[in-house]
């Protein structure tokens, strides 16, 4: 099933706001540029508390980001299709390194395996970095759940993956 924004129902602009950024859609990450869609009012009241709260994007940026939205769409499907290759070759392979599962991400380029060693995630992934030279980020970041989970970037070459889950 195809997932739908609600900003695509009749009668919703009024009732919507619509979020989102470039660093995914885009691989745009680091540049941290976004933008809200809503009605008139709602989007000067955001306005007003983003002019006193943060600064803007560098104009190149900016300039990047309406180039994207207005320019061709095909690297889009084709960066997904590459990511769902890179997500699936990892997920198979972290699943089949004794000592972890991982479920089947649905979201951005991330897996975030289960791991069964008794050792705090922070701890593992000094210990991977150090002794493999792989980096990953402790679960514990995301919050008590996320203890004894990794998270894995897959936004990177399959030699790479490959290489890093042979360390792992």
């Not at 900016?62 to 997904?80: D, T």
């Not at 000592?99 to 975030?112: D, H, I, R, T, V």
């Not at 002794?131 to 070459?157: D, K, N, Q």
Request: proline share 4%; glycine share 8%; aromatic share 8%.
């Amino acid at each position: 099933m195809e997932a739908k924004s609600a900003a695509s129902f009749s009668g919703s602009r009024e009732r919507v706001i619509l979020v989102n950024g470039f660093s995914k859609r885009y691989a745009m990450t680091g540049w941290r540029l976004g933008y809200a869609v809503a009605d008139r009012e709602i989007v000067d009241a955001i306005n007003r508390i983003q002019q006193t709260t943060t600064t803007c994007p560098a104009s190149f940026v900016q300039k990047a980001g309406i180039a994207a939205l207005k320019g061709p769409q095909e690297c889009v499907e084709e960066m997904v299709k590459e990511y769902d290759k890179r997500r699936r070759f990892i997920v198979e392979r972290l699943n089949k390194t004794l000592g972890l599962s991982c479920q089947n991400p649905k979201g951005a380029f991330y897996a975030f395996p289960k791991y069964s060693v008794k050792m705090p995630s922070v701890e593992l992934c000094k210990r991977l970095l150090r002794e493999e030279g792989v980096c990953t980020t402790p679960g514990r970041v995301f919050g008590r759940y996320g203890e004894g989970h990794l998270r894995i970037s897959y936004a990177t070459s399959l030699d790479i993956l490959s290489e890093a889950a042979e360390k792992i």
